[in-house]
């Protein structure tokens, strides 16, 4: 098991320009979770999935911000028409049903700065 | 709704000192306490976690976590740290029996800061 990973680690971007995140989770984990973390700020949450279906989407994610977990398995987070508003640290976070914590388990996240 | 505040946004103290970091959530009937650890450019790293039983959790790397429900209060201490401590720590609040959502609300962070 080698963990939730993110690609790419580091996206910069004109803005206008669209971006594509990808997340692949730990592997038997069903849940997964994208946040937005800004400097100096805690990481804020931006959708879930349960398995192939999205669950809870936040405000913050507008009507330029989609995500897809097409198969239950990797999830991808398109950002359309970027604004420097947009740059930040996206991180993923998966876990499973089965755990009666709810702990997620994070990814090294993807740092995107709109220029 | 749910809201995590902790209140030192940076804790400078001495190598072997012992440290408190403190973590105050607004009141629900149950909660899931969690303690993270951010490195530089890195992603979040779960130091420990509180559903239910024994107030005192004990985690990862030396730390330890106290639930005080009265105070909805759940501070993270370690007796003696260390310079790789040097990290930002975030503590987080899931309630998915009261909201529904398994979603985690964070506070805006503590940087802890270890001095030679």
């Known amino acids: 098991d080698t963990g939730v990973s993110q690609n790419p680690r580091h996206k910069i971007t004109k803005r206008g320009q669209n971006v594509t995140f990808r997340c692949d989770p730990i592997?038997?984990?069903?849940?997964l979770y994208w946040y937005r973390q800004t400097l100096g700020q805690g990481p804020e949450f931006l959708t879930y999935f349960q398995n192939e279906a999205q669950l809870e989407k936040s405000r913050l994610l507008s009507d330029r911000f989609s995500a897809e977990r097409p198969k239950g398995s990797f999830s991808t987070l398109e950002i359309q028409r970027t604004e420097q508003g947009d740059s930040a640290m996206y991180l993923c976070?998966?876990?499973?049903?089965?755990?009666?914590?709810?702990?997620?388990?994070f990814g090294p996240g993807t740092r995107l700065t709109v220029l | 709704a749910q809201s995590v505040t902790q209140l030192d946004s940076q804790v400078p103290v001495f190598e072997e000192a012992p440290v408190e970091l403190r973590c105050n959530y607004s009141s629900s009937v149950s909660v899931y306490l969690f303690w993270y650890v951010q490195y530089p450019n890195q992603g979040l790293q779960l130091l420990l976690k509180y559903l239910s039983g024994s107030t005192l959790v004990k985690g990862i790397n030396g730390f330890e976590a106290e639930f005080n429900k009265s105070q909805t209060s759940f501070h993270l201490r370690k007796p003696s740290v260390h310079i790789s401590d040097t990290a930002e720590y975030f503590c987080a609040v899931s309630d998915p029996e009261t909201s529904g959502t398994y979603k985690y609300i964070f506070g805006t962070g503590t940087r802890l800061k270890v001095l030679a």
């Open positions: 976070a998966s876990g499973s049903t089965a755990s009666s914590y709810n702990e997620q388990f």
């Open positions: 592997s038997e984990h069903n849940r």
